[in-house]
């Protein structure tokens, strides 16, 4: 799928720059042509030299390169590149790009390009999490963008947490998936997963069960099927799939927001939120003691996210999941009819089924048909079911161009 397809791979300073040498034996394996721009610190950690070996092209470091500019300038550098991917991206170059700079060779590049610009963070999780980051982040992802990672796990400074840079398997994976013939290619598909958290006060809340997992797993394999996918994850402790956006929230209300305002340009979406049907009618500022004998909790509903979504966008084709204990086919039939959907995935839960577990199996019904699938892991049972959504959405989106012709 990476046949002759031309990858400008940026490499700013951090550890994981060491990687990128396997990450361009695994793109020219791949049969890609690499060209690989290094920002000044990066040469610190990886020699120029084991790149231009491995790429076997010669290894731009600097903007004020006489012969290479003669040979291929900057411009037409940023045009060659069918994708151009910065991996590891520093925090200081992810600022840099956010404030439109050209201070070196790769934001100049970046800046004077229109081909698509993935970003593989590696950094500190303090950093990558400082609100100067996110915002840099929020402000590249809204220009389009797109972000892997970074993977959560031991950093090089033997903390733990969000800042490992994706592993080049992953990243290959990646780029393959931008140029495939992936049954989701050229798709936005929106996912909601996880559950959510109703607060009683400050320390207290109401939640459930829900790991996040086949949500995740969903993302990652739409992501794997060539499609561009905006998550909205309740809290879980999940690792984000590569080339997917997520959007962390807590509350139902501030899920429903964040996927309502994520909505628009989107082809697909998939609801697997365990959302919290009710919260407290009111949340305490402070926390409360048990002076009481006995104490009453007020549930007020929340707004059903895929019913809205449902009817505010009934061009997107909508997927919901329906969870039951007992008459999985009636309920999950009700819930597509009554919430407008085009499908529902239904799944047994209960007594070591369903919630937190790997394996997973689905009855899957839309107008007209229904197919089972799994028992399975949840990475497979999301692969078949990604398989289904597109043959059903290419079916219900040309039935519409022949309704809308007659
Ligand atoms: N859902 C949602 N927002 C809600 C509640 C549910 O988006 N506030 C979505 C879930 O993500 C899932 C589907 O709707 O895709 C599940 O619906 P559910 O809440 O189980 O349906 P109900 O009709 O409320 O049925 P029940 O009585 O079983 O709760």
Redesign the pocket.
């Known amino acids: 799928m990476l046949a002759n397809k031309r990858i400008l791979l940026g490499v700013t300073g951090g550890i994981a720059a060491y990687k990128c040498a396997e990450l361009v034996r695994r793109l020219i394996k791949r049969g890609a042509q690499v060209q690989v721009v290094m920002t000044d610190n990066a040469t610190r950690f990886i020699p120029a030299m084991t790149l231009a070996a491995v790429s076997g092209n010669a290894v731009r470091t600097s903007l004020w390169d006489e012969q290479a500019e003669l040979n291929m300038g900057h411009i037409e550098l940023a045009r060659w590149a069918d994708l151009i991917l910065i991996a590891p991206a520093s925090a200081d170059t992810i600022a840099r790009l956010a404030g439109g700079h050209c201070s070196d060779l790769l934001t100049t590049l970046c800046l004077a390009t229109d081909r698509p610009i993935a970003i593989a963070p590696a950094m500190n999780r303090l950093m990558w999490s400082n609100p100067a980051t996110q915002d840099n982040v929020s402000k590249l992802t809204a220009r389009g963008a797109q972000f892997i990672g970074p993977a959560v796990g031991e950093l090089a400074e033997r903390e733990t947490g969000p800042g490992r840079m994706v592993e080049p398997a992953e990243l290959e994976e990646f780029c393959a998936a931008q140029f495939g013939e992936g049954v989701l290619a050229g798709q936005h598909v929106l996912i909601?997963a996880g559950p959510?958290r109703e607060p009683i006060d400050p320390v207290r809340f109401i939640t459930n069960r829900s790991s996040g997992k086949m949500g995740f797993a969903m993302a990652a394999a739409c992501a794997d099927a060539g499609a561009k996918v905006t998550l909205v994850a309740g809290p879980v402790v999940q690792p984000t799939p590569p080339g997917v956006t997520r959007i962390d929230v807590e509350t139902?209300e501030q899920?429903?927001k964040a996927?309502l305002d994520a909505a628009p340009g989107c082809d697909v979406f998939?609801?697997?939120?365990?959302?919290?049907?009710y919260k407290p009618g009111f949340a305490a500022d402070s926390k409360i003691k048990k002076d009481a004998a006995s104490q009453q909790l007020d549930l007020i509903?929340?707004?059903?996210?895929?019913?809205?979504?449902a009817a505010k966008h009934p061009d997107i084709f909508s997927?919901?999941?329906?969870?039951?204990t007992d008459d999985l086919q009636t309920?999950a039939r009700?819930?597509m009819q009554?919430?407008k959907?085009d499908m529902?995935?239904g799944n047994w839960v209960g007594a070591g089924k369903g919630f937190d577990t790997d394996d997973n199996a689905l009855w899957v019904a839309w107008p007209g048909g229904e197919q089972e699938l799994g028992p399975a892991p949840k990475g497979v049972l999301a692969r078949d079911l990604v398989a289904l959504i597109a043959k059903r959405q290419a079916a219900a989106t040309e039935q519409a161009s022949k309704d809308n012709s007659a």
């Open positions: 909601t959510t139902a899920m429903h996927t998939i609801a697997t939120a365990a959302v919290a049907d509903r929340n707004p059903d996210i895929l019913a809205d979504l997927i919901g999941f329906a969870a039951e309920y009700g819930k009554r919430k959907l529902i995935a």
